[in-house]
């Protein structure tokens, strides 16, 4: 096998956001842009000897063109084993997960996770650390500079890989005469033997056999086999309870982001009045994300995370209690009331789930969630969307009590962070930012100023100082704090693809019982009104509505 230097150009525009970097497919698909981005990355880490690399994804257009280049220029750069899940499918919690089991250097995910896929849709590519977890900003930084330089690349002559098939393939010597190794392995059955270990799967089995009804949705994306062997082969469900699993380039059509939108399959079935099944879930594109319903019942992602903490000790991989939890910064304060009974300390980083890995790693957090549909755990260092479920499941199989029910106990013991998220997907970029720019020019004038019957106590840009490595990451979402504890967050998201998506938090705590009963909309109506007010949203943007609301 032969070493091939290629000169290339750099693109300007290979800057990591959230979650790796996203783009159309068809900007990966320019002359060297996926080289030159795998490139810099190898330029930025220090590969050691026997290095190991995971790759996978899932499984959406572009996936096994991308994972054969990776391939050979992983062999050109110095590793000396590549771990490819069958097919080239790996969720992003089972690439963590196989990173930490086989204790390899590190790992690559194809993934755009819940953009839509297909020709016309977006594909992305993030790094995972040695932990398991997502590279910190350090790393993505370093990527982005190098990529703004490169001048050429390194590819091995390797002939196309069998990515099918599990075993190995070895080639001839590369580098130092080392062999290079492909391995194709089962990680479905490495992830469903982790979610074995940690729950208590005679308990859920026995749930699913007495009448208990559940749907799960895949979305056409990446937990569909998963699924099947973890609800079908080893819960003894039946196949009636999974929905769209059968992975697809482009994700059936549909947009594979479990919300209230784009599950409307599910929700429909979910909220069919007295013919709604007792229990819903849905996972994402890359199956970190999942959103829980009940029978006709929402269960707010950040409400979610604040429950699974409350009842930790139901399942047996935490009986000994947790250590502690952490949240992005606009996710509800919901589980900060959790761990204050719990006597445990509770950590607030920005949006993404690369700043819960030190966290993790320093044991000071067990569970973590961002308000985003993502929740888990420290058995890995990503969110994990069938985790979430089960972790459901096995509260509900000893609780012996409807989600529903379970939610109105907790808020008559914690009280209710009423929560919603507003989201304006694809506008103008430059009319995004002059929102963003008029919220900060109030910065001076806001706090004490009355709005109805909230007063506005606070406003900054969210800076976080990692507890751990004492890194600062600035302008992380502009917070609007009121007196009584309510609050607006307003955020530009780094995930999309297409101009700017402006998100809107709200938040309000409601300890009157009472009231708990109220949908979100409807208690959060005032705060609406005042983010509309405060951001100059609509004229700014002539939308007069959110794409998405949660
Ligand atoms: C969004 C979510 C964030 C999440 C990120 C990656 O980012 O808000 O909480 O970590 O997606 O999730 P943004 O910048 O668009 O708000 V995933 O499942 O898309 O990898
Ligand atoms: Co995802």
């Given at each position: 096998m032969k070493i091939i230097v290629t000169p290339t150009q750099p693109y300007n525009d290979q800057k990591p956001g959230t979650s790796g970097l996203r783009k159309k497919v068809k900007i990966f698909q320019q002359t060297h842009y996926l080289e030159n981005f795998v490139q810099s990355l190898f330029d930025t880490l220090t590969v050691p000897n026997d290095a190991v690399l995971v790759v996978g994804g899932d499984g959406r257009y572009h996936n096994r063109q991308a994972i054969q280049t990776i391939i050979s220029m992983a062999a050109a750069n110095g590793f000396t084993r590549v771990l490819v899940g069958q097919g080239g499918i790996l969720s992003t919690p089972a690439a963590s997960h196989v990173i930490r089991k086989y204790k390899t250097?590190?790992?690559?995910?194809?993934?755009?996770?819940?953009?839509?896929?297909?020709i016309h849709g977006d594909f992305g590519i993030k790094y995972n650390i040695g932990n398991g977890g997502p590279a910190p900003e350090k790393i993505t930084d370093d990527i982005f500079a190098k990529s703004k330089v490169i001048a050429e690349y390194k590819v091995s002559d390797l002939a196309q890989v069998d990515i099918d098939t599990i075993g190995e393939t070895q080639f001839d010597g590369v580098v130092a005469g080392q062999p290079f190794t492909v391995q194709v392995i089962n990680a479905v059955q490495d992830y469903a033997?982790?979610?074995q270990s940690l729950f208590d799967f005679k308990a859920i089995k026995q749930l699913l056999a007495t009448g208990f009804e559940m749907k799960f949705d895949a979305m056409h994306a990446v937990t569909g086999p998963y699924a099947k062997e973890i609800f079908v082969n080893?819960?003894?469900?039946?196949?009636?309870?999974?929905?769209?699993?059968?992975?697809?380039?482009?994700?059936?059509?549909?947009?594979?982001?479990?919300?209230?939108?784009?599950?409307?399959?599910?929700?429909?079935?979910?909220?069919?009045?007295?013919?709604?099944?007792?229990?819903?879930?849905?996972?994402?594109?890359?199956?970190?994300?999942?959103?829980?319903?009940?029978?006709?019942?929402?269960?707010?992602?950040?409400?979610?995370?604040?429950?699974?903490?409350?009842?930790?000790?139901?399942v047996p991989a935490y009986a000994g209690g947790i250590a502690g939890v952490a949240r992005s910064m606009p996710t509800s304060g919901a589980v900060d009331r959790v761990a204050a009974k719990l006597n445990v300390p509770s950590f607030e980083t920005p949006t993404g789930w690369k700043f819960f890995g030190n966290l993790m790693d320093a044991g000071k957090v067990?569970?973590?969630?961002?308000?985003?549909?993502?929740?888990?755990?420290?058995?890995?260092?990503?969110?994990?969307?069938?985790w979430a479920v089960l972790?459901?499941?096995?509260?509900?199989?000893?609780?012996?009590?409807?989600?529903?029910?379970?939610?109105?106990?907790?808020?008559?013991?914690?009280?209710?962070?009423?929560?919603?998220?507003?989201?304006?997907?694809?506008?103008p970029?430059?009319?995004?930012?002059?929102?963003?720019?008029?919220?900060?020019?109030?910065?001076?004038?806001?706090?004490?100023?009355?709005?109805?019957?909230y007063t506005v106590k606070l406003c900054d840009d969210f800076s976080y100082h990692d507890p751990i490595d004492g890194s600062v990451s600035n302008n992380q979402g502009i917070r609007v704090l009121f007196t009584d504890g309510s609050r607006i967050v307003f955020r530009l998201s780094g995930t999309g693809t297409e101009g700017a998506t402006l998100r809107i938090y709200l938040e309000a705590y409601e300890p009157d019982s009472a009231k708990h009963h109220l949908d979100a909309q409807v208690a959060l109506a005032e705060m609406i009104q005042i983010a509309l007010q405060i951001s100059q949203l609509v004229e700014k943007t002539s939308r007069v509505a959110p794409t998405v609301i949660t």
């Open positions: 250097f590190g790992g690559m995910v194809l993934s755009a996770s819940h953009n839509q896929g297909g033997d982790l979610m080893r819960l003894s469900a039946s196949t009636d309870s999974l929905m769209n699993c059968e992975p697809s380039e482009d994700f059936g059509g549909g947009h594979p982001d479990p919300n209230l939108t784009y599950a409307e399959d599910l929700v429909k079935i979910m909220f069919a009045g007295e013919n709604a099944l007792d229990f819903g879930a849905a996972s994402d594109g890359d199956g970190d994300r999942n959103m829980i319903l009940g029978q006709n019942f929402f269960v707010t992602p950040s409400d979610s995370l604040a429950v699974l903490a409350a009842n930790a000790t139901l067990t569970l973590c969630g961002e308000e985003s549909f993502g929740t888990s755990s420290s058995h890995v260092r990503e969110k994990d969307g069938l972790f459901w499941l096995n509260v509900i199989a000893v609780k012996q009590m409807s989600v529903e029910a379970i939610l109105k106990a907790h808020w008559l013991e914690y009280g209710r962070n009423v929560y919603s998220r507003h989201d304006y997907e694809a506008i970029t430059d009319a995004a930012n002059s929102v963003i720019a008029h919220i900060k020019a109030q910065f001076a004038s806001l706090p004490g100023q009355v709005f109805g019957n």
